[in-house]
Structures are given as structure tokens and as C-alpha cells.
Nanobody, 125 residues
Framework: QVQLVESGGGLVQAGDSLRLSCAASGRAFSNRAMGWFRQVPGKEREFVAALSWIGVNTYYADSVKGRFTISRDNAKNTVYLQMNSLQPEDTAIYYC??????????????????WGQGTQVTVSS
């Protein structure tokens, strides 16, 4: 089992920045994928960013590319999502997720086995 706890959400104005954190505990899969997704009520969960725990590559949705950065701290077993130049359309509940093996389905929410409780991000105009 893997437990994920997100933090760092909040209410900001357009153009501001936020950094979300996702602390992982429990069983560690060496080549696990870590991802961030977001969801607005009434809409499907949307891929935001992902990385492999042992790789160097990062992956982003087109809508956040150049504004958001996913990173990890191996020592702290924590994944971050730095969000810059936030816009009202970024308003959503943001979820951290993990799956046992990184592969080409890193952007598919149903492929992730472990999820955090979510943290609300609200961007006012």
C-alpha cells in the first residue's frame, strides 16, 4: 500500500503562484510513476503532469506546459507541483497519484492505483 497526502492548495489571484506537495509513505516501488491530476465538478479528471521516480523526464499537459513544474525530493519521498502564472481556468481539486510502474499510460488516470485526498486550488480573476 501507498499513502499520499497533498498540501499547499489555496485561494490566489490570477498571475500568482502556488506549490503543491505530495508526501508518499508505505511501500515504495522503485520505478513508480507519480502524477498530478485535477478535476472540476461535473468534468472528468484531467492529467496535469507526471514523472518517473527513477527517471529524469517530466511530462505535462499542453494546458500547463511552461507554467507548471513537477519535481521530486527522493530523500523526503515527496513530489511537488510548482504552479506559476495561475489562471482562473486552473481552478480545480488537484490530486496526487501513484502507480507501480512508469509506462506510456502515465497520462491515464484509471491506470493509477493510489490517490491522495485532493487539495483545492482556486484562482480568482
Amino acid at each position: 500500500q501507498v499513502q499520499l497526502v497533498e498540501s499547499g492548495g489555496g485561494l490566489v489571484q490570477a498571475g500568482d503562484s502556488l506549490r503543491l506537495s505530495c508526501a508518499a509513505s508505505g511501500r515504495a516501488f522503485s520505478n513508480r510513476a507519480m502524477g498530478w491530476f485535477r478535476q472540476v465538478p461535473g468534468k472528468e479528471r484531467e492529467f496535469v503532469a507526471a514523472l518517473s521516480w527513477i527517471g529524469v523526464n517530466t511530462y505535462y499537459a499542453d494546458s500547463v506546459k511552461g507554467r507548471f513544474t513537477i519535481s521530486r525530493d527522493n530523500a523526503k519521498n515527496t513530489v511537488y507541483l510548482q504552479m506559476n502564472s495561475l489562471q482562473p481556468e486552473d481552478t480545480a481539486i488537484y490530486y496526487c497519484a501513484a502507480k507501480r510502474r512508469f509506462d506510456i499510460t502515465y497520462y491515464v488516470s484509471n491506470e493509477y492505483e493510489y490517490w491522495g485526498q485532493g487539495t483545492q486550488v482556486t484562482v480568482s480573476s
